[in-house]
């Protein structure tokens, strides 16, 4: 089964405003990664969050990380038509080997 | 560094038959994970392999799948006597050495059509 899975499935929002995408997990992590897929195409890693991090910025996106409730959040701050793709958490667990496994993403449309 | 290069990049194969996808990962990169997408779907995990070695194969079907990745060349996946529902798009990731770094650099995927 997958371990992460994001909310909301579908988010459409205006160029301009601000889009958040929730992610929950199960287990222990050593890392939280997002990745975006545009359709057709490969993943691109965004964004990194190790599990002794609160919250990280690149650019317009802001992710946050609580481990005591097992989610993360994939902020992006004025959103272009550009931004629209589909947006999966990854998690890789705490000790073992390098696992990586992927929620069921959320798809984003930006209107201009 | 040309990235995680995958190939063929779209298959069409009739039921029965065999398919085989390559994916040569980025330079440098020991790691190779293979995932399954459906249509509107997340991708799920099939296997991962390092060099000549088979690390987890727990997404993978027990019959008609199997991955290697040798010492000299690509890392294949094997799909044997394919059925319908084998149609999906197939990503290749790799990965580096360093410890704990688990960023995953994705192919363009192998688009696979059983007819």
């Known amino acids: 089964s997958q371990q ?21 997990y199960k287990t ?13 195409r490969g993943l691109v890693h965004l964004i990194l969050i190790r599990s002794n991090e609160r919250e990280k910025h690149s650019g317009r996106l802001r992710v946050t990380l609580d481990t005591s409730k097992k989610s993360s959040s994939l902020l992006i701050t004025a959103s272009r038509a550009a931004d629209t793709a589909s947006y999966f958490c990854a998690t890789v667990p705490s000790g073992g080997y390098q696992k990586v496994t992927f929620g069921i993403g959320t798809k984003l449309q930006v209107i201009p | 560094n040309a990235g995680v290069m995958q190939n063929p990049r779209h298959l069409v194969r009739r039921r029965g038959q065999e398919a085989r996808l390559r994916c040569s990962p980025m330079k440098g990169h020991s790691h190779v994970y293979w995932y399954r997408q459906l249509p509107e779907e997340g991708l799920k995990f099939m296997v991962y392999l390092q060099k000549e070695n088979i690390i987890d194969e727990s997404g993978m079907p027990k019959e008609r799948f199997s991955a290697e990745f040798p010492k000299e060349g690509p890392s294949i996946l094997r799909i044997q006597q394919v059925v319908r529902g084998d149609s999906a798009a197939y990503f290749c990731a790799s990965s580096p050495d360093s410890p704990g770094a688990n960023v995953l650099t994705f192919g363009a995927g192998s688009r696979l059509t059983v007819l």
């Open chain 1, 4 to 24: 992460g899975e994001e909310d909301p499935q579908a988010l459409s929002i205006q160029e301009g405003e601000n889009a958040t995408m929730n992610c929950s």
């Open chain 1, 28 to 40: 222990s992590i050593n890392n939280l990664q997002w990745y975006r897929q545009n359709s057709g």
